[in-house]
């Protein structure tokens, strides 16, 4: 079955610092990867959508200064987390799918990011 | 009024047992429909779409009623392995990912 990949897993660092976290679709490719981020005890909320060799599309509230992505590939989306605070604390989880966009998508391991 | 609505739970039900979740969504031009399961601090996987003509995957049944926006997911013979929490899960729009996602029903199964 289709794989995406995600990395790291578990991310802990000081504020201020910038995280970057890679996804990447192993066995298909794709052109649209679509990334979330899900507080404690919350729904999954999508942030933005990317989309391979243009601009992402960031939901509303979502800053796109803060949460820059690039997905300069069929196969690898990142997402980078600029001058993190701790309110940026929260499980990031991309997702991707071989057969379109509205189809069941499939999700990274996701990546827990802790900022002290 | 929030997109996707599911009861939280928890649901603590004996290992054999038949549970049911229920979801509703606001948009009545919501295109297709998913139940994802999600266990602790884990990433949600595709447990099985879910058809207007209802369908079975095994102990699970999922049923689609697009005249009251209503979803349910019926779990039978319930095992440990099911304890966890399931995302109902909605899509708005064809060709796009508009996925709109419950805040979950978190299931026990007690031994």
């Known amino acids: 079955g289709a794989v995406v990949s995600q990395h790291p897993s578990r991310v802990i660092c000081k504020s201020g610092t910038s995280v970057k976290i890679e996804c990447r679709s192993l066995d298909f490719q794709a052109t649209t990867m679509f990334w979330y981020r899900q507080f404690p005890k919350q729904s999954l909320m999508l942030m933005a959508t990317?989309?391979?060799?243009?601009?992402?599309?960031?939901e509303q509230g979502v800053e796109k200064d803060k949460f820059l992505i690039n997905h300069a590939s069929l196969t690898l989306s990142t997402l980078t987390v600029t001058s993190a605070h701790p309110e940026d604390s929260s499980f990031y989880i991309c997702?991707?799918?071989?057969?379109?966009?509205?189809?069941?998508?499939?999700f990274g391991d996701g990546t827990r990011l802790s900022i002290l | 009024r929030k997109e996707v609505e599911q009861d939280p739970g928890p649901f603590n039900v004996p290992e054999g047992a038949t549970v049911a979740f229920n979801c509703t969504y606001s948009?009545?031009?919501?295109?297709?429909f998913f139940w994802y399961r999600q266990d602790c601090r884990k990433e949600p996987k595709l447990l099985m779409s879910v058809y207007s003509s209802g369908n079975e995957d095994g102990r699970f049944t999922a049923q689609l009623n697009r005249a009251s926006q209503y979803i349910s997911l019926l779990i039978r013979d319930s095992k440990l392995s099911d304890s966890a929490t399931y995302l109902c899960v909605v899509n708005r729009q064809t060709g796009a990912n508009n996925l709109f996602f419950g805040t979950g029903t978190r299931l026990t199964v007690i031994p």
């Open positions: 990317s989309n391979e060799g243009s601009k992402a599309t960031y």
């Open positions: 997702s991707a799918s071989p057969g379109g966009s509205n189809q069941p998508q499939h």
């Open positions: 948009n009545s031009a919501s295109q297709s």
